[in-house]
């Protein structure tokens, strides 16, 4: 949460990510409070109830055609065209538009012959308001879906609470005034100085009646409503009511939106030349926050909260693009316009050259832009080489951060929060670029030998972690002295790489009765997650500098992998934990908190994790395999917490998803390692699943027939067992695995 507005957000969306303080500090709301505007106050309570996702028939029809009633009671209309064949299809609901967004506004009253629309409804013929707005909608599919109820409340609660209406209606009442004197309304752009700018402004601040001639009127903020005029008024994005006059629904009292002159706090102390004032990104950015004291009519919306999205985004852009074309000589556009950018931009008529609004590469989208990412693109390729991988990420809405978010308003769906949605694909899209960049994935970059991500042992550098090694361990020892004869001082051992480069490493005796029965002399490992530390003068057996100590985060994988049949999962300890969002790690229950002893975090609710006790047996014996999260998932085709919630029974029964794998066959990937696990002693940790196919069984039969065939008549022939080996590589199974 916010420490200034109040606005929640995620702990990935704090500033400083490289910091894990317990203090976060988010930037997207207030600008790190610079930023203070009136908090949005809660729906009447007839909109309320009519907004609830879960309420009454009436809420149902409300929400179903919520843009249609909002449409009823608009002061303004659309300039835009709406694409409605793209909700034609299958899947969620999209509003899109094309061509130019703006606002139109017509006359008081409107011409002889014509029927009342928009702003006109509140002021002509309001004795059949009801029936002149139901007649506004040329489909008969539209009229047929409205509630006539629901028209006549919406009318009585905009009369009562909001200020642009009781405006009009103070039109219509001077109307009634026989006098023939021709009336204009000046909806204010301006509002007072000494105005705190987080009141909600009066009636008297938001319009005037003028009445006989127009006089002066700032006409460029303004927005003056004439008598009876033909043709349609653009509404300025700058004006305080420009989204209130159309969208009632989602500001019920006339709320104001942005405007120039909305100053930071404590913008007198800013330093010269620094902005001062607020912008409409900002101010958009501000406003659609989650909040608890907030008001959520807004967010409330729905399908209008995704067109009022749509539109507060092209009054961003809109303000964009009339400040570049105000300040083409400050860009200096001048060196856009010669020749060569001109066939760049593919103009071939010279007349055109120089007449244009140039759009700078900062513009987003823009040709320049396009242009320059481009060169960009093909200067990294020139100087590292073609890209190997094309990726692609896409949104899931099933994301747990996406559904924990929605629980904030009851009943909603993905598709009626895209900013939500937006927020958590950016987070999950930079988490997988910095897992990229890190080698998470697909490994440090290295060269030749190193590229299975291995580190010679004469590359390993002091308090070097996270690096990995594969050595063949040539002796092991314990170290004691003399006078005390029944402690050791470590457990040591001499390590030799591939290049035959040997180094000692040492385990102190609190772990070294975790390892020794881990390890033995004459086998090749893995090793994870070592220190390495300046070697002592003393019990040195090589002279190296440094050695590596090994501690109880070290693991120690010999990985193989074995065929076996899936006989039973043991339930005595359930079949999923509650594990750490970041870590995976087993979290502890405090009483309403959750705390994680591997990562030391508690800003997060854990999730349901994979862990399965399995019983396999390969034909000769069985044997306990203790299957985790990710390998687990693979098998099972389904998430944990997918799977924890849709079941009805507790973690210790198995779901139908699990018992469905029970009998069949896999090629398991496992490793020992000093991690201990709960289920007896001779348990191993499964690391990868292969399913074996039909035509790769057959081939297996075929190559040990053919190898057992060929084997009497040549005794240095392959044996069936490194038949087995042969296949596993073709399944490109990784390639330490050894066969078992």
Known sequence: MSQYCGALFWYAERIAKYRNGKKPIFSMCCQEGKITLELLHPPPQFLANLLQYKGSQESVNFRKNIRTYNSMFAFTSIGAKVDNEVNKKPGPYVFKISGQNYHRMGSLLPTDGQRPKFAQLYIYDTENEIDNRMRAFNSSDEIKNINRNIVRSLLEMFDCVNEIVKAFRMVRDRFRIDDYLPISLRLIGDRAENRPQYNPPSCSEIAGLIVGDLGVADRHRDIVVEHKTDGLKRISELHPSFMAMQYPILFPYG???????????????????????????????????????????????????????????????????????????????????????????????????????????????GPRYMIQNYQDAIAICRQCGHPDLFITFTCNPQWLEIQNALQFIPGQKAEDRPDIVSRVFKMKLEALMADIKNGTYFGKIVADNKKMGYIALKELTL??????????????????????????????????????????????????????????????????????????????????????????????????????????????????????????????????NFWCGQCGKNDQPPVPWYKLNAVVDDGTGSTNFTIFGKAAQDLIRLPAHQLATASNSSKFVLPSAIKNILGRTYIFQISSDSRKVSLGPQTFRVTKIFMLSLDTKRKTRQLRKSTKDSADESPDSTTPSECHDDILDEMSLDSTVQSL
């Not at 556009?333 to 760049?344: F, H, P, R, S, T």
């Not at 040492?506 to 090793?527: C, M, N, P, V």
């Not at 190296?544 to 999962?569: D, G, H």
């Open 463 to 592: 308090a070097q972690q996270h690096a990995k090694i594969k050595v063949r361990i040539s002796r092991i020892w314990e170290s004691t002295m003399p006078q005390l004869k029944k402690d050791i001082l470590s457990l040591d051992c001499l390590l030799i790489d591939e290049e035959g480069y040997a180094m000692q490493a040492t385990i102190r005796k609190h772990d070294a009765d975790t390892f020794r029965a881990l390890l033995a002399e004459g086998s090749a490992y893995i090793i994870e997650n070592f220190n390495v530390l300046p070697s002592r003068n003393s019990y040195k057996v090589v002279d190296r500098k440094y050695t590596v100590q090994i501690s109880k985060w070290t693991r120690i994988n010999t990985k193989y992998t074995c065929k076996a049949q899936l006989l039973t999962i043991n339930t005595d300890f359930g079949w999923w934990y509650k594990a750490c969002y970041d870590c995976k790690g087993a979290v502890k229950d405090y009483d309403d």
């Open 255 to 365: 709320e104001d939106g942005f405007r120039i002159g909305i100053e930071y706090n404590g913008s007198s102390r800013r330093k010269i030349g620094s902005r001062k004032n607020v912008t409409m990104r900002e101010f958009y950015a501000y406003r659609i926050q989650n909040r608890l004291d907030e008001g959520i009519t807004l967010i409330s919306g729905g399908k209008l909260f995704q067109q009022y999205l749509v539109d507060a985004f092209s009054c961003v852009e809109e303000e964009r693009l009339d400040y570049i074309r105000r300040n083409q000589s400050d860009l200096r556009v001048e060196l856009y316009k010669g020749i060569k950018d001109a066939i760049v931009a593919g103009d071939v008529d010279g007349d055109a050259v120089g007449k244009k609004i140039i759009l700078p590469s900062s513009f987003t989208a």
